[in-house]
């Protein structure tokens, strides 16, 4: 994957363009959550999901939204859509959750196994305009790889809860660097150095812990860490 300097670049540049479009456009919109779409997804399957946008426009809005995205293994620069999806009656505060439907495919090279950071907009087709971004994770798996389903039930992170430290450690397989993210998915935690992390600054919560694999593969568990 590339490195967080990118996406964060990326980041900057969508947030760039929302300020200005909602000052020179009717019909702009806020994108405020991704509705149904699993924690890990099979890799080259399809899923049908949503994302709940809002008009922050001053004016009704009839049409079509395009939901561009981009993922921090594509080159920069580059986005790839989730597809154009209509709108009927849609009016200044109105808030809706726009069906779709996406192959995430591990074969274009838009998605990798393992975790992939993706921001993705609404983009109002007619008049065309751009609005805020939102950032998830997309965590993909491949059900037919036994090395990886090994590698994720060789994985002990534990104590779990972790009110002082998480360690993270394998029998078989070398982990290279581990994560830590909390549930908006904003990395609280890294280490390349040392399997054990200090988890008793942070506030008592639902995280999720990672662990990359010296061959690239990338495993992650939901714990809770942190302190009252």
Known sequence: MKKAIILLSAIALFTTVSTETKAQFIGTFSIEQVVGLPDTLNANTSYSFGFQVRNVGNTLYSGSINFDFYVDSMVPGTTQ?????????????????????????????????????????????????????????????????VEESNKAADLKIFPNPAQDFVSFTSEKNKIEKVKLYDMSGRLVLQSSEHLKIFTGHLTEGVYIAEAHFADGIITRRKIIAGKN
């Open 81 to 145: 859509s989730f597809g154009a999806n209509q709108l009927g009656g849609f009016a200044p505060g109105d808030s809706a959750v726009v069906p779709v439907t996406y192959l995430f495919s591990i074969n274009n090279n838009t998605f990798n196994i393992g975790d992939n950071v993706v921001v993705v907009w609404p983009r109002a087709i007619n008049p065309n305009s751009a609005a805020d971004s939102l950032t998830f994770h997309v965590f993909i798996t491949n059900l037919n790889s």
